[in-house]
């Protein structure tokens, strides 16, 4: 008899993943908040890939793991 409403959860990361997840979670967070105060933009560069650009200059890479300043 199939099982209906159960949805196998999977594997907890470890503790080390959690805690670069919480840190890039809340860069971002802050990332956004100079959006919104209208010191940065976001954009799309030629590679498809995210970059934040702060007004006064700062460029940021947004990969799937790592953000990177490059200006």
């Known amino acids: 008899?199939?099982?209906?409403?159960?949805y196998p959860q999977p594997r907890?990361?470890?503790?080390?993943?959690?805690?670069s997840a919480n840190a890039r979670v809340k860069v971002m967070m802050h990332f956004?908040?100079?959006?919104?105060?209208?010191n940065a933009v976001w954009?799309?560069?030629e590679d498809g890939e995210k970059e934040l650009h702060m007004h006064s200059?700062?460029?940021f890479l947004l990969e799937a793991t790592t953000i990177t300043r490059l200006k």
Do not use: K, L, S
């Open 1 to 6: 008899m199939p099982v209906t409403g159960f």
């Open 12 to 19: 907890p990361a470890p503790a080390e993943n959690y805690e």
């Open 32 to 38: 956004q908040d100079a959006v919104n105060a209208g």
């Open 43 to 45: 954009h799309i560069n």
């Open 57 to 59: 200059g700062e460029v």
